[in-house]
């Protein structure tokens, strides 16, 4: 029996081919390659102005220095995310306000971001959780009417889109994440997109040193930039899966459907939101990941997740409500605040969904699920 993990990369022939051209051009740092796939990043896009680097997470810190953001500044964020989104607010001295996120789209709960509102509101940081969109319409209301910016995590939402729009080809900064766990890779890597050419420059600046030049070529440092820039080898694997991505998402969410067909039926887990109505295939499907009903079970979700485990399957926890983490206790933070991130957190599993995984794959999962389920059931 084949092991089954909850994710994988593809990557074709032609990428693997292109990188190994690449390794014997002589030319590895940020060059030709990156320049490729930030103008096929900005076509993709809409014709927004789009930066690659070396994470998301980086991409994310920088996006937030770039509108100033710091010291005594406030940013709000949902509860439920990666680690990654309320650190970045963290490393540049601001803090992190936590709002809890709809049970369904697991989404920030957009009717309950104006009360957590103040004076030292600088911007919203959502999460376009799963790949599934944020109510970008709701979003910039309540940005524009409090001249809030906004910096939106898209790190599981690259390839999907508002009403036809792709995430990332409007609104203020977005943020995309190419880990190999992401819908597309550069192995590790991510990308900003940009509504202010003014601001890129402020970007490029940050990404490499500091460093600009002259006509004449001659260098100056203006400000302590870091280094965030992409290597080329990792640009030709973007520009190879770049190329498929409309492609895999579209998979993506057949696999899903899938998943709907075959977990309707009792016991019933909680399912994830299925999209907006009338506008589901602006869904990526980044993951699949249902609530265990473990009132209903004699196991616990590590139980559940080892006899996963005994079938070959992988099963994977995204995430634990990010202000139970002693960091965010620090911040005063605790239990009961935010009911839903914390119900999502004891209780969600993401099971396998990546592109190259057949439906037979998708039925022997939710066949397992169900043998567990059976067997434990109170
Ligand atoms: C993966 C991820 C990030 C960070 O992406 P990196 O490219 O690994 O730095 C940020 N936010 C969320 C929600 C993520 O899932």
Known sequence: MTYLPFT????????????????RSGWLASGPNVQLLEKALSDYHGGRIART?????????????????????EVITPAMSFAATPNVIMRVGARPVFVDVDLAT??????????????????????????????????????????????????????????????GSFGDIV???????????????????????????QFDLLRFHGISRDA??????????GKYNLSDVAARVGLGQLGQLDGFNARRRELAGHYFQHLA??????????????DEAGHSWHMFAPLLPLDSLSIGRKQFIDAMH??????????PALHLFSLYRELGYKEGD?????????????????????????????????????????
């Not at 597309?184 to 890129?200: K, N, P």
Request: aromatic fraction near 6%; hydrophobic fraction near 40%.
């Open 265 to 278: 039926s009792d016991p019933a887990c909680l399912l994830p939101s299925r999209g907006h109505a009338g």
């Open 175 to 201: 943020s995309f994440s190419f880990h190999p766990n992401k819908n597309m890779t550069t192995i590790e890597g991510g990308a900003l997109t940009f509504a202010f050419a003014d601001e890129v420059k």
């Open 338 to 378: 935010f009911p839903n991130a914390e119900r999502i957190g004891r209780e969600t599993v993401t099971l396998p969904l990546f592109p190259a995984m057949t439906t037979a794959d998708v039925e022997r999962v939710c066949a397992a699920l169900q043998e567990i389920f059976i067997e434990a059931r109170k």
């Open 106 to 167: 697991r989404n920030l709960d957009l009717g309950r971001v104006e009360a957590a509102i103040t004076p030292r509101t600088k911007a919203i940081m959502p999460v376009h959780f799963a790949g599934l969109p944020v109510d970008m319409d709701a979003l910039y209301a309540i940005a524009e009417q409090h001249k809030l910016r906004v910096i939106e995590d898209a790190a599981h939402a690259v390839g999907s889109s508002w009403k036809g729009r792709k995430i």
């Open 8 to 23: 994988k990369p593809t990557l074709d022939e032609d990428t693997i081919q292109g990188v190994v051209e690449v390794l």
């Open 53 to 73: 680097l070396t994470s998301a997470t980086g991409g994310l810190e920088v996006a937030l220095q770039v509108c100033g953001i710091g010291h005594g500044d």
């Open 310 to 319: 005994q079938r070959g399957i992988g099963v994977g926890i995204h995430y």
């Open 216 to 225: 004449e070529g001659n260098m100056d440092v203006s400000l302590a930039g």
